[in-house]
């Protein structure tokens, strides 16, 4: 079989949180072989948790004006591919 693309986080930011609103956002990649499993590096904000498909949700539940983290996603070649980005 011919090699995979490189396995690249495509998500470039994520919309505002508002506080006490419920949020989700949709983390993306491309490349490598799908499906993927996605991880926080960082503690995200408190009140969001990121799930295994790269789906970011929960209620935001602290002011402020940015909150950046890191974030893994690992595809499921032999071996793994794996992209990280904040």
């Given amino acids: 079989p011919a090699p995979s693309e490189a396995l690249t986080i495509t998500t470039e930011s994520l919309e505002d949180a508002v506080l006490g609103t ?3 956002a949709n ?5 490598g072989t799908a499906p993927y499993e ?3 590096i960082d503690e995200l904000p408190p009140g969001l948790t990121l799930s295994a498909d790269g789906k970011v949700t ?3 539940q602290e002011l402020g ?3 950046a983290f890191r974030v893994e996603c690992r595809d499921a070649g032999t ?3 794996t992209a990280q980005a904040i």
Wanted: charged fraction near 20%; hydrophobic fraction near 30%.
């Fill in 79 to 81: 071996p793994s591919k």
């Fill in 22 to 24: 419920p949020y989700e």
């Fill in 65 to 67: 004006d940015s909150a």
């Fill in 38 to 40: 996605w991880s926080a």
């Fill in 27 to 31: 983390l993306e990649a491309s490349g």
């Fill in 58 to 60: 929960g209620i935001p």
